[in-house]
């Protein structure tokens, strides 16, 4: 699905970021990037999706080299994105309103473009119902967070890309939208990949963790427990927090 | 404004002015019941006429500045090559007092209602260009973004972000912007013409000395400014409903 070619990477007058970097995600996997603050997870995020683009080397997504934001990747940010001018339901249509705007152009609206479930199915599923004709700035933050999540997936991605979409949420929030983002990638046969800073969120979500620092490193989650009820009192969350703990303590 | 709070104004600035009028006692400040008579009566002497070309004036030159500043202080705001451009031009441009350009303008644009148009445009256009830009400047990067991964381009980002950002603070600068305006109107209507507020005002009390007639136009320039108020305020409660909810 995601392949990342000696990819390198930084910003003016700083150094590097990414340099020589490979990676490789396969199609239905959930990945959590996690790192200490300036260690690049959102600028890797960001080349993902197409916002940012390597100094060196190639990132292909499904076999294309990516040039371009993809129309089959969203993208979630941490404040959410959402238009405070629009309410819940306009902001839920947003991506398909974009696509109306310019066509079929090929370009910024793929070909034949159907979306598979109207934004209104979304509204629904999420439970935000009650507030679709309410501001931004008038419903909860998990509510926006939904929101955000329905607005990307009423364009049919298969790849889905977020960048520490829970961390302002309280901890039941938090923990709902979890299960609820695990859900929907496995309902949607979605490919996810999670950028956070919290060891905790990395192991309830992700089943592999790339840990970014000085030398990028791999971690696997215990097959089949990520995101699972009772996962957070089994030994093996507990011994992959420590390792990831202890790692991330070694490089500072 | 609740409109209990408004009337209470207005009637608390009459009884002022009827007391100012009895201390002063003179004809140069009749009291405010006079005035309202003779303001009804003018109504159909030429008021309103008056009223109706200074309110042309105003609202093209309102209308003409908005057409032409938000979209330049759009783009201006919504890239940083034309900032770096335009910004140190504005800078140096937007200080100046633009009343000063009176006898420029009429010079250049005759005496008719355009170089009265041009002027209004000039004050406002300035005023919106930098709050626009500012407001489209000032956007959160995140916001951009995200529309930026739902496909949209730079033609879509106006579309969808810059334009409804961009209209508080158009219609602020209106706002801030219609005293200023009402004044320069004043100002030009003074010059070669025989209608509008300015004229009657300045006819009625440097020529024929009618002094309550000359107030009569004073309280008709107001009614002017504070009816466009009010059109902001309704445009802004229409256009940002999300300003509105509590």
């Given at each position: 699905?995601?392949?990342?070619?000696?990819?390198?990477?930084?910003?003016?007058?700083?150094?590097?970021?990414?340099?020589?970097?490979?990676?490789?995600?396969?199609r239905g996997e959930t990945w959590a990037i996690l790192g200490s603050s300036g260690c690049g997870k959102t600028t890797l995020l960001y080349l993902l999706a197409g916002l940012r683009f390597p100094t060196a080397g190639v990132i292909e997504i499904d076999g294309e080299p990516l040039k371009r934001p993809r129309p089959r990747t969203g993208l979630i940010l941490q404040d959410y994105?959402?238009?405070?001018?629009?309410?819940?339901?306009?902001?839920?249509?947003?991506?398909?309103?974009?696509?109306?705007?310019?066509?079929?152009?090929?370009?910024?609206?793929?070909?034949?473009?159907?979306?598979?479930?109207?934004?209104?199915?979304?509204?629904?599923?999420?439970?935000?119902?009650?507030?679709?004709?309410?501001?931004?700035?008038?419903?909860?933050?998990?509510?926006?967070?939904?929101?955000?999540?329905?607005?990307?997936?009423?364009?049919?991605?298969?790849?889905?890309?977020?960048?520490?979409?829970?961390?302002?949420?309280?901890?039941?929030?938090?923990?709902?939208?979890?299960?609820?983002?695990?859900?929907?990638?496995?309902?949607?046969?979605?490919?996810?990949?999670?950028?956070?800073?919290?060891?905790?969120?990395?192991?309830?979500?992700?089943?592999?963790?790339?840990?970014?620092?000085?030398?990028?490193?791999?971690?696997?989650?215990?097959?089949?427990?990520?995101?699972?009820?009772?996962?957070?009192?089994?030994?093996?969350?507990?011994?992959?927090?420590?390792?990831?703990?202890?790692?991330?303590?070694?490089?500072? | 404004?609740?409109?209990?709070?408004?009337?209470?104004?207005?009637?608390?600035?009459?009884?002022?002015?009827?007391?100012?009028?009895?201390?002063?006692?003179?004809?140069?400040?009749?009291?405010?019941?006079?005035?309202?008579?003779?303001?009804?009566?003018?109504?159909?002497?030429?008021?309103?006429?008056?009223?109706?070309?200074?309110?042309?004036?105003?609202?093209?030159?309102?209308?003409?500045?908005?057409?032409?500043?938000?979209?330049?202080?759009?783009?201006?705001?919504?890239?940083?090559?034309?900032?770096?451009?335009?910004?140190?031009?504005?800078?140096?441009?937007?200080?100046?007092?633009?009343?000063?350009?009176?006898?420029?303008?009429?010079?250049?644009?005759?005496?008719?209602?355009?170089?009265?148009?041009?002027?209004?445009?000039?004050?406002?256009?300035?005023?919106?260009?930098?709050?626009?830009?500012?407001?489209?400047?000032?956007?959160?990067?995140?916001?951009?973004?995200?529309?930026?991964?739902?496909?949209?381009?730079?033609?879509?980002?106006?579309?969808?972000?810059?334009?409804?950002?961009?209209?508080?603070?158009?219609?602020?600068?209106?706002?801030?912007?219609?005293?200023?305006?009402?004044?320069?109107?004043?100002?030009?209507?003074?010059?070669?013409?025989?209608?509008?507020?300015?004229?009657?005002?300045?006819?009625?009390?440097?020529?024929?000395f009618n002094y309550p007639a000359m107030y009569a136009g004073v309280i008709a320039m107001s009614l002017l400014g504070l009816g466009m108020y009010y059109a902001v305020d309704w445009a802004e409660r229409r256009l940002c409903k999300w300003k509105f909810v509590s």
């Amino acid at each position: 699905m995601i392949n990342l070619h000696s990819l390198s990477f930084g910003y003016p007058h700083t150094a590097p970021i990414f340099q020589n970097f490979n990676w490789k995600v396969e199609r239905g996997e959930t990945w959590a990037i996690l790192g200490s603050s300036g260690c690049g997870k959102t600028t890797l995020l960001y080349l993902l999706a197409g916002l940012r683009f390597p100094t060196a080397g190639v990132i292909e997504i499904d076999g294309e080299p990516l040039k371009r934001p993809r129309p089959r990747t969203g993208l979630i940010l941490q404040d959410y994105g959402l238009l405070p001018w629009a309410t819940v339901r306009e902001n839920a249509g947003l991506g398909l309103q974009v696509r109306d705007f310019y066509g079929e152009d090929g370009k910024h609206t793929p070909k034949n473009f159907q979306p598979e479930k109207d934004p209104e199915y979304w509204i629904t599923k999420l439970g935000l119902g009650e507030v679709a004709e309410k501001f931004p700035a008038h419903i909860s933050g998990g509510q926006r967070q939904r929101t955000a999540i329905a607005r990307t997936l009423a364009l049919s991605p298969d790849l889905l890309l977020m960048d520490e979409p829970f961390s302002s949420l309280d901890a039941i929030t938090r923990e709902d939208l979890q299960h609820l983002t695990l859900s929907l990638c496995k309902e949607q046969a979605l490919t996810l990949v999670i950028v956070t800073h919290a060891i905790e969120e990395a192991i309830a979500l992700g089943s592999k963790i790339l840990l970014l620092d000085s030398s990028p490193r791999i971690f696997e989650n215990p097959k089949g427990r990520a995101g699972e009820t009772g996962h957070r009192n089994s030994r093996e969350y507990r011994e992959l927090c420590d390792l990831l703990w202890k790692e991330m303590r070694n490089e500072k | 404004m609740s409109k209990r709070g408004i009337v209470f104004s207005i009637v608390g600035l009459a009884v002022a002015w009827q007391i100012v009028a009895m201390l002063v006692n003179r004809d140069i400040l009749p009291a405010p019941w006079d005035v309202f008579v003779v303001f009804v009566d003018e109504l159909d002497n030429g008021l309103v006429t008056h009223f109706f070309y200074s309110l042309w004036r105003v609202t093209a030159g309102m209308a003409l500045s908005v057409l032409a500043a938000a979209p330049a202080g759009l783009l201006i705001g919504g890239s940083k090559r034309l900032d770096r451009i335009f910004s140190p031009i504005i800078y140096v441009l937007y200080p100046i007092p633009k009343v000063v350009f009176v006898p420029v303008v009429l010079l250049f644009l005759g005496i008719g209602d355009v170089a009265k148009i041009t002027l209004i445009f000039l004050i406002l256009f300035f005023q919106i260009v930098v709050l626009v830009r500012d407001q489209a400047a000032g956007l959160p990067p995140q916001l951009i973004q995200s529309l930026q991964s739902l496909g949209a381009g730079r033609r879509a980002l106006f579309r969808f972000v810059y334009l409804p950002a961009s209209l508080p603070a158009i219609l602020t600068a209106l706002r801030q912007s219609i005293g200023t305006a009402v004044a320069v109107l004043y100002i030009t209507e003074l010059f070669a013409t025989k209608y509008g507020l300015g004229y009657y005002i300045y006819y009625n009390g440097s020529t024929l000395f009618n002094y309550p007639a000359m107030y009569a136009g004073v309280i008709a320039m107001s009614l002017l400014g504070l009816g466009m108020y009010y059109a902001v305020d309704w445009a802004e409660r229409r256009l940002c409903k999300w300003k509105f909810v509590s």
